[in-house]
């Protein structure tokens, strides 16, 4: 570590997590040595409650596998379902119906709920409806594990959990969760971002890739931190789109002289790159981690490196 470095880790150690400034004019708020942009949260009312729980619903049914958005209305036949099947991938799947399913139950428990108090009927924490609606949730929750991310890849339990986070968190103590956990995302991001520029380093074919991935990491990164109501998604979100092309479109240098790898080896490293686009992208859309798509794509990298290092030292041998 150069003395520059500790310098920096230094400083970085002495702002507090919460602390807030203004960068380029935007609010941001310090969490795990990342600057997020900031956004105030909503007053604690149960009405914002159950906005923002139905933002996280909608939000979590369209990053998971397809078919389990079930109605609240159905959770005991597909309870049912889930305790007659035999098959476990099966199995697996009628589990997530049913999280989905309580899931839905939850969330219309608690419109109920909201409903009752904008016709100025208090509903205590102890309310029998409140009971309800905690015990679905937690049920779902517990059920999350059976969930797949749409990518059929990682399960999504962090990303299942949000909306119960709500319920249970006040709004102001759920936003600053999530923070941290964006603070998470841009350090998983960063990290296949530089595996995947290390990896390619030194290969005259992929001279001109480096570049392109740290840009888009930077805008998928800005992708988990800028609310789609922010003016500022207008100009982030075509940007993240057309680096993500410019990637998937990359035509490795083959015709370069200094060019040391077979055509197996650069068909192998354009495949690896679009994997790598696709992870980045699928992290960045659910604003947290995905530790086993990326501990996947870590080895393969490896796998990758490992065999050019094998074929340059059988040439040099030769």
Request: proline share 3%; aromatic share 10%.
């Amino acid at each position: 570590m150069t003395v520059a470095e500790t310098d920096k880790n230094m400083v970085t150690q002495q702002i507090r997590n919460g602390a807030r400034k203004d960068i380029n004019g935007k609010p941001h708020v310090y969490y795990d040595q990342y600057w997020i942009r900031y956004y105030p949260p909503p007053t604690e009312t149960l009405a914002n409650k159950k906005t923002l729980i139905d933002q996280l619903t909608r939000r979590t049914f369209h990053h998971t596998e397809s078919g389990i958005n079930t109605p609240g209305s159905k959770v005991e036949t597909a309870r049912n379902a889930w305790h007659d099947e035999v098959d476990l991938d099966r199995k697996r799947v009628n589990a997530a119906m049913l999280a989905g399913a309580l899931f839905n139950r939850a969330t219309d428990i608690f419109t109920s709920i909201v409903d009752l108090e904008e016709k100025g009927i208090d509903v205590s924490p102890d309310n029998e409806l409140m009971r309800a609606c905690s015990a679905s949730f937690e049920e779902a929750l517990e059920l999350g594990k059976y969930v797949k991310h749409a990518s059929g890849h990682d399960g999504v339990d962090e990303l299942w959990g949000e909306p119960f986070k709500v319920f249970t968190l006040s709004i102001e103590d759920y936003y600053a969760s999530r923070y941290i956990k964006i603070a998470q995302t841009m350090r998983a991001i960063d990290g296949i971002a530089e595996a995947i520029v290390n990896t390619f380093a030194g290969q005259e074919a992929f001279d001109r890739i480096e570049q392109i991935v740290w840009d888009y990491a930077r805008a998928a990164c800005q992708e988990t931190e800028i609310m789609k109501s922010d003016l500022d998604f207008f100009q982030n979100w075509p940007e993240f789109v057309s680096l993500g092309e410019k990637i998937s479109r990359f035509e490795p240098n083959i015709f370069d002289s200094k060019n040391s790898l077979s055509i197996t080896q650069i068909t192998e490293g354009r495949l690896l790159l679009r994997e790598g686009r696709n992870l980045l992208r699928d992290i960045a859309a659910i604003r947290v981690p995905m530790p086993i798509s990326s501990q996947r794509y870590l080895e393969a990298l490896g796998a990758f490196a490992t065999s050019i290092d094998s074929s340059t030292n059988i040439a040099a041998n030769a």
